[in-house]
T-cell receptor, first 114, second 113 residues
Framework: DAGVIQSPRHEVTEMGQEVTLRCKPI?????LFWYRQTMMRGLELLIY????????DSGMPEDRFSAKMPNASFSTLKIQPSEPRDSAVYFC????????????FGDGTRLSIL | SQQGEEDPQALSIQEGENATMNCSYK?????LQWYRQNSGRGLVHLIL?????REKHSGRLRVTLDTSKKSSSLLITASRAADTASYFC?????????????FGQGTRLTINP
């Protein structure tokens, strides 16, 4: 079975540029999560969707961040404009339910903003 | 908010020894999960223990949960080099009416051959 697929795996870009991260969840999973991982702050939940609808975006750091899920098999996380402090590893995860179920993570996108 | 706090932050042992990692949390939980993260990879779910369970086993993994002390431990027996990774506990938490799975900072485990 294919797991959660993220692209790109690595992204290096200059500050001010728009960055788009992509995620394909596991088929049949109703929940999709976007996380950010840094050494200083650990793993932070940015936003999650249930059946393609954003449920909680309180973790999104600023208006520069936006996320969409146009259908059950695709989600994007966009940063515009990007800043050096956005450099981190961004993970997408999916699960059947929220609570009492494991989350399945992709291998992440390592983002470097110069 | 940081719900799960792992201890120790780093652990280095010899292959074949047992490794024990601890997790403490602050509020009531429905369940607690443990995840492993290999370098450069995503988190992988290891085991879930519900609040009404005290111990759970999966292969060489043993997890305990003490809700009175708000703590959990993960024991890896007969460690192998491939067990080298970071290990995270995660707890369900309701923050401002929204349910969230909150991860601790993790324990970096190194198994020396």
């Amino acid at each position: 079975d294919a797991g959660v697929i993220q692209s790109p795996r690595h992204e290096v870009t200059e500050m001010g540029q728009e960055v788009t991260l992509r995620c394909k969840p596991i088929s049949g999973h109703d929940y999709l999560f976007w996380y950010r991982q840094t050494m200083m702050r650990g793993l932070e939940l940015l936003i999650y969707f249930n059946n393609n609808v954003p449920i909680d975006d309180s973790g999104m750091p600023e208006d520069r961040f936006s996320a969409k899920m146009p259908n059950a098999s695709f989600s994007t996380l966009k940063i515009q404009p990007s800043e050096p402090r956005d450099s981190a590893v961004y993970f997408c995860a999916s699960s059947l339910r929220y609570g009492g179920q494991p989350q399945h993570f992709g291998d992440g996108t390592r983002l470097s903003i110069l | 908010s940081q719900q799960g706090e792992e201890d120790p932050q780093a652990l280095s042992i010899q292959e074949g020894e047992n490794a024990t990692m601890n997790c403490s949390y602050k509020t009531s939980i429905n369940n607690l999960q443990w995840y492993r993260q290999n370098s450069g990879r995503g988190l992988v779910h290891l085991i879930l223990i519900r609040s009404n369970e005290r111990e759970k086993h999966s292969g060489r993994l043993r997890v305990t949960l003490d809700t009175s002390k708000k703590s959990s431990s993960l024991l890896i027996t007969a460690s192998r080099a491939a067990d080298t990774a970071s290990y995270f506990c995660a707890t369900d938490e309701v923050i401002q009416g929204a349910q969230k799975l909150v991860f601790g900072q993790g324990t970096r485990l190194t198994i020396n051959p």
